[in-house]
């Protein structure tokens, strides 16, 4: 059974830093690109940051840019989302998700998702 289970969220202030994590099991970690996408109240899941499988290729959605950085360790079947600078706009449900050999900014091509970590910027 394939899990992704995610961490790291929480209450920060605005311009502060937190690192999601996500945590992958019964899947070939290896073998998936990853994504992380979030959710605000009212709005639909969007894209924020992907990462190949061997880790060799990022991309982010604009808005995110140089404050936002994904990386992957995968001797240890977990992504990672460092985020910093944030700003109350980032506030939403972060999720990561796991597309075999792939990735992109669409949600449709991702076969796995997590529940998602809640992160919550104040002004």
């Known amino acids: 059974q394939v899990r992704l289970v995610e961490s790291g969220g929480g209450l920060v202030q605005a311009g502060g830093s937190l690192r999601l994590s996500c945590a992958a099991s019964?899947?070939?970690?290896?073998?998936?690109?990853m994504g992380w996408f979030r959710q605000a109240p009212g709005k639909e899941r969007e894209f924020v940051a992907f990462?190949?499988?061997?880790?060799?290729?990022?991309y982010y959605t604009d808005s995110v840019k140089g404050r936002f950085t994904i990386s992957r360790d995968n001797a240890k079947n977990t992504v990672y989302l460092q985020m910093n600078s944030l700003k109350p706009e980032d506030t939403a449900v972060y999720y990561c998700a796991a597309d075999y050999y792939g990735g992109s900014a669409n949600l449709g091509e991702y076969e796995y998702w997590g529940k998602g970590t809640q992160v919550t910027v104040s002004s």
């Open positions: 019964g899947l070939t970690f290896s073998s998936y690109g």
């Open positions: 990462i190949s499988w061997r880790g060799s290729s990022t």
